[in-house]
T-cell receptor
């Protein structure tokens, strides 16, 4: 039982390049979330999903897209990376039933030059 | 905008002392959660307190919630070096399906 995993762990992009971050969970959770964490800012919600095939915008969605084609996977895409997207990205998942607790992945550190 | 405001932003104490962190929020909540983040790692859930609860314990952790003041506190008793981490409060509003995190308190336990 790996919990929540994220791929890759580190990435350096040039401005304008695109990439996809992958989040996978093996806990059969319905809800999945993408956050970004910047120094002194805590975690801010980018997009989230309450089930396979559904997505919703969070607090800071601009410049990102997401897809949830399979229940266990939640993809975060950057179509044209900007230096302002340099951050640490965390994925989390949560069960529909249960305690409302979110389970976090280890993070992806992204640098955009 | 973030819901939670945490105080202090940084706290440094000696091993064995108690550490208290505070969180204030703005809107009505369903529950409030505390998470810990070790440097370079993901967040780990510590404790959840529901809006109809006033106090909750888990090991060396004690959480209080005052919904009239829209505030919560996390007390860590008999601190250890391994408690060095950042601590975040997060609020869950009824039906929101998502958490809103505070900016965190960076706790350092000095041996």
């Amino acid at each position: 039982n790996a919990g929540v995993t994220q791929t890759p762990k580190f990435r350096v992009l040039k401005t304008g390049q695109s990439m996809t971050l992958l989040c996978a969970q093996d806990m059969n959770h319905e809800y999945m979330y993408w956050y970004r964490q910047d120094p002194g800012m805590g975690l801010r919600l980018i997009h989230y999903s309450v089930g396979e095939g559904t997505t919703a915008k969070g607090e800071v969605p601009d410049g990102y897209n997401v897809s949830r084609l399979k229940k266990q996977n939640f993809l975060l895409g950057l179509e044209s990376a900007a230096p302002s997207q340099t951050s640490v990205y965390f994925c989390a998942s949560r069960s529909l039933a249960g305690s409302d607790t979110q389970y976090f992945g280890p993070g992806t550190r992204l640098t955009v030059l | 905008s973030q819901q939670g405001e945490e105080d202090p932003q940084a706290l440094s104490i000696q091993e064995g002392e108690n550490a208290t962190m505070n969180c204030s929020y703005k809107t009505s909540i369903n529950n409030l959660q505390w998470y810990r983040q070790n440097s370079g790692r993901g967040l780990v859930h510590l404790i959840l307190i529901r809006s109809n609860e006033r106090e909750k314990h888990s090991g060396r952790l004690r959480v209080t919630l005052d919904t009239s003041k829209k505030s919560s506190s996390l007390l860590i008793t008999a601190s250890r070096a391994a408690d060095t981490a950042s601590y975040f409060c997060a609020t869950d509003s009824l039906g929101a399906q998502k958490l809103v995190f505070g900016q965190g308190t960076r706790l350092t336990i000095n041996p």
